[in-house]
């Protein structure tokens, strides 16, 4: 990476004894972790539901994961889908995937059924590995698509066995489930299967390999492929260690953020799992026993997005409890607003920990965070300054001319996170990675913000037409698109809206066909449409029809109009 360039890099300045850069190994992501394995084969490696296995031992299970895979015929280089929540069964399948040399294609599991299909299709995927609850959808898309394997895997499967029986007789026996055939298997018989294969299964991929596509909206409502390398990944961990620098062998993560969302897989697992952290895992996260999470794990690391710390504020049963554990604090996927990083300082402080909340910033793009707060440093409204080797510079939107200090313009950055392109798609790939006249790929974010003269960026507001509800991307055009499939639908737009503890939730205005009277029959067949074809966390909480809706000088929708709209309001 070139050096010369007229870039502020503040990391010798700020940190005495953080290192500015880093030289990074050109390997896997399971090599990576087996070193670990081997440094610390005692050492926790995750905790389910109190359950916990050392690194050896998760060593031993992802070896016999890609055995299994290789038995059933998945060769180097194929794209498999995972379609699961926070499990062990997601973790050694991601690392056991990249052993072999395939590509982990990671969804959410709440995907609506034509979005699971289009996934699939997307990445070319043979191989599904899904959590059982997605099986109703699943048998609906899987006839429609090139899948040959898919394998079935319950939360229960690596509880405690109390646990695991307390969880099937309350939630588990109403999950619709398949019967073993047609390339159909449950998990416990796929790893079964490790016996039928005893060549060795490590392709020894390099960081320039792929190693994962995680989906995002990209510069459109479109979801993109966003294709990562094992360079990607490795180089996040080893720039989030150094960036934290509060971060040592054996604490423990609440890591509760998915495994289908960059923060969750490459910072809460990968960061956590190279450097000889303990992971507790959680398939779902409830805000309401956020409380019992804190009491019965102490977890040293808390990383979430900004609706997690209001949670921890909102939460009575904590009013008297000692927090002196917690040592790291990050807030990511979504904007920490001051007034909210104020009073969880606040509450941090007057409960024994001794530590601020610290607010990242970064995309899929870049796997997930690039920039981060300063362990005891904080400048008022800055999201913190550039990880090591990672360089943000700010420029005149839809140039690559950049502007001075302190003027507002797009946010782009380079470094070795950023991403190896678009899934099967050039031409937004070159609109998002462009090369400026110093000689190095910038990524384009579609945010806007700008820089000080010390380095510290801030952030404004996105560019790009986009929503961020619990730290999850929702796009406008995505959910307009769903609505007026209906034939009674003239027209919709979407908005977001300000929520207490979503921070933002979908606000759709339709306009209805002059024949067509609008009632609540004709908003539930909305709501019911929009159920069928969005995942859940992508429906709009209200539905307002408007006999018209504002438009520009041009004659499109002025969706910012209607965003003023609801301010005024408050």
Known sequence: MKKEINVKTPWYDLYKGVRAHLEYPDHSLYEQLRNTCLRYPKYTAYNYFGKTADFK??????????????????????????????????????YAINKIGAVASMIHPLSAENEIKYYIDLSK?????????????????????????TIIVSVKDSMPALLGLGYYVT????????????????????????????????????????????????????????????????????????ACACLNPKMTVLSIMPVFHGFGLGIC????????????????????????????????????????YEALLKNKNLANADLSYIKCAISGGDSLSVSLKKKVDNFLKEHGANTQVREGYGLTECVTGSCLTPVDTYKEGSIGIPYPDTYYKIVKPGTIDEVPYGQEGEIVLSGPTVMKGYLYNEKETKETLKKHKDGMVWLHTGDLGYMDSKGYVYFKQRLKRIIISSGYNLYPQRIENVIDELPFVLMSCVIGVDHP?????????????????????????????????????????????????PKTLVGKVAYRKLEEEEKNKK
């Open 125 to 149: 995927s043979k191989t599904v590995i899904a959590i059982d609850i997605a099986w109703s959808k699943l048998e609906k898309v899987l006839p429609k698509t090139k899948v040959k394997n």
């Open 269 to 308: 697992i990968h960061t956590v799992l190279t450097f000889g952290l303990t992971a507790i895992i959680l398939p779902q996260f409830s805000a309401k026993t956020f409380d019992k999470l804190l009491n019965k794990y102490h977890p040293n690391v808390i990383a979430g997005v900004p609706t997690l």
């Open 171 to 242: 939630q588990g026996k109403n999950v619709k489930r398949p019967v073993e055939k047609d390339g159909v298997i449950y998990w416990k018989n796929f790893i079964k299967k490790a016996k039928e294969y005893t060549k060795e299964t490590n392709a020894k991929t390099k960081g320039k390999d792929e190693a994962a596509i995680l989906y995002s909206g990209g510069t459109t409502g479109t979801p993109k492929g966003i294709v990562l390398t094992n360079l990607n990944f490795n180089a996040l961990a080893m720039q989030s260690y150094e």
């Open 57 to 94: 031992t998760l060593l031993s299970k992802i070896d016999e994961c890609s055995r299994a895979l290789k038995a059933i015929g998945v060769k180097k280089g194929d794209k498999i889908t995972v379609c699961m929540p926070n499990t062990p069964e997601a973790i050694i399948s991601f």
């Open 501 to 549: 503890y979503k921070v933002q939730v979908a606000k759709a205005f339709v306009v209805l066909k002059d024949d067509v009277e609008p009632n609540e029959n004709i908003r539930n067949e909305i709501f019911s449409h929009c159920a069928k074809n969005l995942a859940k966390y992508s429906l709009p909480y209200e539905i307002e029809f408007r006999d018209s809706l």
